[in-house]
Nanobody
């Protein structure tokens, strides 16, 4: 079983940047595709970004494309989300997730296909 712990959230002004990190333990990191989801108050959890096991292919929600970058370090067993040009609409709890499924391109946006989740980290963007 994989344990995921996020860090790096906080309060930032609009236009600013934050970098989220997710540390994985308890499993073989390269057995999992990884993703980031977020949930704002009163809204459903939504897909943000995902990355394949090798890190060679990435997927993004349209709302973050060009502003956010997902990456992973398969030596350090970590996943990161670099967030630039933040807006108040990016305010949410951000969750790191791991998936055992293959063919990420078919399910990257589906949270039910992710098996393990972190506890979440709050990101607040002020206007």
């Amino acid at each position: 079983q994989v344990q995921l712990v996020e860090s790096g959230g906080g309060l930032v002004q609009a236009g600013g940047s934050l970098r989220l990190s997710c540390a994985a333990s308890g499993g073989t990191f390269t057995d999992y595709a990884m993703g980031w989801f977020r949930q704002a108050p009163g809204k459903e959890r939504e897909f943000v970004a995902a990355i394949t096991r090798s890190g060679g292919i990435t997927y993004y929600a349209d709302s973050v494309k060009g502003r956010f970058t997902i990456s992973r370090d398969n030596v350090k067993n970590t996943e990161s989300l670099q967030m630039n040009s933040l807006t108040p609409e990016d305010t949410a709890v951000y969750y790191c997730a791991a998936s055992r499924y293959y063919n990420l391109r078919y399910y990257a946006k589906d949270p039910t296909k992710f098996d393990y989740w972190g506890q979440g980290t709050q990101v607040t963007v002020s206007s």
